[in-house]
């Protein structure tokens, strides 16, 4: 509970100015530069393929694009070591950085962070939320990088509070972050759907999303094609758009400022008119 009692974040924050404040969240894209990923894995393993995909995503409506060589999924990932996940990035990086739009690495490798925000990358994501690799926080501080702090878990656990366990992970990750000294300013907060939870806790995170406010920093949701929404219908991850979109929508209600989406152009557009919707309330 430090965190609760840890300074505030400054008024105006420095991650992706003017995104945060308008009346519908900023759009992050994904791009998978891996074979493995649960939803896309191979469909953009090469470069080409890659490319075209972030072009779409962009012409869609993507505010960032958020591109990952390591898969994450929860089950049957196979952990890649730095050099291969450089190896998958260095054909790409730099021509997604070209197309103009900001560039998150997806990674929980400081040493692949620092690569990728040597070659223009602008955000780091990191799934460990600064616990993980010791040398994250140090990178993104002498950097004064924006961070994506997520929270996870090694195993699930059914029977834990995960709104608790939430806030307390964000109170050691915001600890470690201030004894490295970054700033408030650039931290982002992602509650991590899917992620060492059941799909019943990952509801749950969404529906409570708005005890997060608690640390007075802008929240991310990726609720994008997640195994929860089969719990509740049946589908295959490409199947899952409706469901998604929905997540998405009631995360934005509780608060989230950018959503994290394989889905840009349905994603843009459900966030917009909802947005206009309650523009006439």
């Known amino acids: 509970m430090n965190a609760i009692r840890s300074r505030p974040a400054p008024a105006d924050h420095t991650v992706w100015p003017g995104l945060l404040h308008r009346p519908y969240p900023a759009v992050m894209g994904v791009l998978n530069v891996t074979p493995d990923s649960f939803s896309d894995g191979g469909r953009f393993f090469l470069p080409e393929r890659a490319l075209a995909q972030a072009h779409r995503m962009i012409a869609e409506g993507a505010d960032i694009i958020d591109i990952g060589a390591e898969s994450t999924r929860p089950y049957g990932a196979k952990p890649v070591s730095t050099e291969q996940e ?3 990035l260095r054909p790409i990086l730099s021509d997604v950085v070209s197309l103009g739009v900001p560039v998150s690495i997806d990674s929980m490798k400081a040493g692949v ?11 780091v994501n990191d799934v460990w939320g600064l616990q993980r690799d010791p ?5 993104v501080a002498a950097r004064q990088s924006p961070v994506v702090v997520m929270h996870n878990r090694d195993r699930v656990d059914a029977d834990i509070d ?9 109170g050691r990750s915001l600890d470690i972050a201030d004894r490295a000294g970054v700033s408030r300013g650039n931290i982002v907060l992602d509650p991590g759907i899917g992620f060492g939870k059941t799909p019943a806790q990952s509801m749950t995170a969404l529906a409570r ?8 920093l802008p929240l991310l949701v990726g609720a994008s ?3 929860f929404i089969s719990s509740v219908v049946p589908s295959e991850p490409q199947q899952r758009l409706g469901g998604s979109i929905a997540a998405h929508l009631v995360a934005a209600q509780g608060g989230a400022r950018i959503v994290r989406t394989h889905d840009v152009a349905e994603t843009v557009q459900a966030l917009r008119v909802a947005a206009a919707i309650r523009g006439r309330l």
């Open 86 to 88: 450089l190896e998958r």
């Open 135 to 139: 040398g994250m926080a140090s990178l």
């Open 113 to 123: 962070a620092a690569w990728a925000l040597d070659a223009g990358a602008a955000i």
């Open 162 to 170: 995960i709104m608790q366990d939430i806030i307390a992970y964000f």
């Open 225 to 227: 094609r997640k195994r």
């Open 209 to 216: 999303l708005h005890e997060l406010s608690i640390f007075g």
